[in-house]
T-cell receptor, first 113, second 114 residues
């Protein structure tokens, strides 16, 4: 009965490839997020969706495209992967935006070689 | 604009000793403040949050934090450290308005000495 799940857990790929990370939450939450955590553990929000509507879109390269087929899913597609994309990507969800507790997935460690 | 500063990237205490992790915030609106914990190879888990109610907030695992507006601080404490407390701790701030994003600090790694 995992609350927020991500697949895959590990992803190793070469520069220039296109990859996707999937996220699903079974908490009935309305808002979902993608975060990037770099090697220094710094955590930065990338996107958030509320009921399939894009709410937050930080300054990330347009090679990153989130897609929300329904409010329980938020996938992240990355085109033309670069070395600097190597990081841990976390999906999270919350009942509503902003102040509500966010529940995090276990993370996807992306390594670009 | 909002930001948080966590003082000390690494804190080491003995088992049974007081844990004090420092966080200072900057916010142009009344802040909502959070402490999250990240165990190795896991996602973040909420320890506690301040949302303009009581200034002393109690969280899970015996942690608590006090909101001090005059000092713009939200330090995390635990009276007696346990080995299982070893983890990365993140302070975070957001605002009360819709679509207010959470800004995380750089994290403090807590180590516990036997």
């Amino acid at each position: 009965d995992t609350a927020v799940s991500q697949t895959p857990k590990y992803l190793v790929t070469q520069m220039g490839n296109d990859k996707s990370i999937k996220c699903e939450q079974n908490l009935g939450h309305d808002t979902m997020y993608w975060y990037k955590q770099d090697s220094k553990k710094f955590l930065k929000i990338m996107f958030s969706y509320n009921n399939k509507e894009l709410i937050i879109n930080e300054t990330v390269p347009n090679r990153f495209s989130p897609k929300s087929p329904d409010k329980a899913h938020l996938n992240l597609h990355i085109n033309s992967l670069e070395l600097g994309d190597s990081a841990v990507y976390f999906c999270a969800s919350s009942q509503d935006e902003g102040t509500y507790e966010q529940y995090f997935g276990p993370g996807t460690r992306l390594t670009v070689t | 604009a909002q930001s948080v500063t966590q003082l000390g990237s690494h804190v080491s205490v003995s088992e049974g000793a007081l844990v004090l992790l420092r966080c200072n915030y900057s916010s142009s609106v009344p802040p909502y403040l959070f402490w999250y914990v990240q165990y190795p190879n896991q996602g973040l888990q909420l320890l506690l949050k301040y949302t303009s109610a009581a200034t002393l907030v109690k969280g899970i695992n015996g942690f608590e934090a006090e909101f001090k507006k005059s000092e713009t601080s939200f330090h995390l404490t635990k009276p007696s450290a346990h080995m299982s407390d070893a983890a990365e701790y993140f302070c975070a701030v957001s605002g009360p308005e819709r679509a207010s994003k959470i800004i995380f600090g750089s994290g403090t790694r807590l180590s516990i000495r036997p």
